[in-house]
Antibody, heavy 122, light 108 residues
Framework: QVTLRESSPALVKPTQTLTLTCSFS??????????VSWIRQPPGKALEWLAL???????YYSTSLQTRLTISKDTSENQVVLTMTNMDPVDTGTYYC??????????????WGQGTLVAVSS | DIPMTQSPSSLAASIGDRVTINCRAG??????LNWYQQKPGKAPKLLIY???RLQSGVPSRFSGSGSGTDFTLTISSLQAEDFATYYC??????????FGQGTKVEIK
């Protein structure tokens, strides 16, 4: 059974760095074609893909946010960590981690965590 | 980045209606298109991958079609549990992945 769970502070101040942790079970990020991604959603708005790390430790970032993001994994602990620097109130929203899989038909996000709500305010 | 545009942004329908949601890619993405359903306060759920392949456990009233730049999600007979927001997502790119802006299906 695949599960993912996000954890983070609920509130961060502008200019601070946000650290998000995704703890997962039911699969190994060492398995070929597996990956974990972060996706966020501002209140009442659409989903926005942020970053991805795959089984080979290759990393990929949103074009618009790449200078602020770093994704890493701890395979032994079954965790993926995303850091986002220089937080701003527009970064307020729910942050999801999701398992992804490079299948024969492209990449899909097939399991999601429940999300963690982050507010950015002074 | 490949932009994805959905239409309409919202629609109102009744139980039993046939519902169609459209998604257009900014370039040819072949059939590398996924659909997700999101209910309020919940995480998205994968419904369809590769434009037309039903994810395990998803009811057969959901179907997807299209290739190239134009895609459609169809709900053949809308049920109460289908009122939600639906997102398309391209998986053609191997560097960045983008979602549409969503289509909210509401009760008429």
């Amino acid at each position: 059974q695949v599960t993912l769970r996000e954890s983070s502070p609920a509130l961060v101040k502008p200019t601070q760095t946000l650290t998000l942790t995704c703890s997962f079970s039911g699969f190994s990020l060492s398995t070929s074609a597996m990956c974990v991604s972060w996706i966020r959603q501002p209140p009442g708005k659409a989903l926005e893909w942020l970053a991805l790390i795959d089984w080979d430790e290759d990393t990929y970032y949103s074009t618009s946010l790449q200078t602020r993001l770093t994704i890493s994994k701890d395979t032994s602990e079954n965790q993926v960590v995303l850091t986002m620097t220089n937080m701003d109130p527009v970064d307020t929203g729910t942050y999801y981690c999701a398992r992804c899989y490079y299948g024969d038909y492209g990449l899909s996000f097939d399991y999601w965590g429940q999300g963690t709500l982050v507010a950015v305010s002074s | 980045d490949i932009p994805m545009t959905q239409s309409p942004s919202s629609l109102a329908a009744s139980i039993g209606d046939r519902v169609t949601i459209n998604c257009r890619a900014g370039q040819d993405i072949m059939n590398y298109l996924n659909w997700y359903q999101q209910k309020p306060g919940k995480a998205p759920k994968l419904l369809i991958y590769a434009a037309s392949r039903l994810q395990s456990g998803v009811p057969s009233r959901f179907s997807g079609s299209g290739s190239g730049t134009d895609f459609t999600l169809t709900i053949s007979s809308l049920q109460a549990e289908d009122f939600a927001t639906y997102y398309c997502q391209q998986s053609y790119s191997t560097l960045t992945w983008t979602f549409g802006q969503g289509t909210k299906v509401e009760i008429k």
